[in-house]
């Protein structure tokens, strides 16, 4: 895994940014489209709203989801919100070029089936995504694969239905879809990731973000998140 320390998140959110532009355009030139999923929380959307700035040829570009809640569409909890807000209201990409996990369905095992035929008709049969971008629980979770939960078994499906955790469902891409990404880009950041990160970088299984697979991994982590004052 190549490691890069920065000093805050601002710092890593920026340097994120640089990274996804650069990676997309790298997809474009090689294979006429980018197909990248994106994760929520604090840092990813500091990452996002700076990658508005960059240079990156939106109507070739594919932008999944990691994972999402189960909760209505206009959720302020959905991690879609904060995309859409952070980026996708910013930028010229193609609306057919978005793709929310569909959550608001009844049957959230079709939905998730119906996910990866999209993955699938995009990014391959097995897809590939260009760029996976990670971020890392305190408890040493990613996606939405929680420790102890039955989705971090499946490696037939691409997708899966995991939870509850902290009261919600959600919908996730598995390990196998995950490993198969050209890049898979962690953004770690604050003093409450210290213990996790440590085992992370350790290459800990019994963790699940410890299952990712390490060789075409980025991290950018900043100092806290290192345990440096």
């Not at 990156?56 to 807000?85: C, G, I, M, T």
């Not at 009844?106 to 971008?133: C, S």
């Not at 971090?152 to 009261?167: F, H, K, M, N, W």
């Amino acid at each position: 895994m190549r490691t890069e320390h920065l000093p805050d998140p601002g710092a890593v959110a920026t340097r994120a940014a640089e990274r996804i532009a650069q990676a997309a355009r790298e997809a474009v030139a090689a294979r006429g489209r980018c197909a990248m999923a994106v994760s929520g929380g604090t840092t990813p959307w500091l990452a996002l709203k700076a990658l508005v700035g960059e240079d990156v040829p939106w109507d070739r570009v594919h932008l999944f989801q990691v994972d999402e809640r189960v909760a209505l569409f206009d959720d302020l909890s959905r991690n879609y919100f904060h995309l859409k807000e952070a980026l996708i209201d910013r930028i010229p990409i193609p609306p057919d070029n978005v793709h929310p996990m569909p959550v608001e369905e009844k049957d959230l095992d079709a939905g998730a089936r119906r996910y990866e035929a999209v993955l699938r008709g995009i990014a391959g049969n097995p897809p590939v995504l260009d760029l996976v971008q990670l971020g890392l629980g305190e408890d040493g979770h990613t996606a939405s694969l929680f420790p102890g939960d039955a989705a971090l078994r499946i490696l037939e499906a691409d997708v899966a239905v995991s939870g509850p955790y902290q009261g919600r469902k959600r919908m996730t891409l598995t390990f196998p879809a995950i490993d198969r990404a050209r890049c898979i880009l962690w953004l770690v950041t604050g003093a409450g990731k210290v213990a996790p990160l440590a085992r992370l970088l350790a290459g800990d299984r019994s963790i699940p973000a410890g299952c990712v697979r390490s060789d075409r991994a980025i991290l950018l982590a900043d100092t806290a998140a290192h345990g440096v004052r």
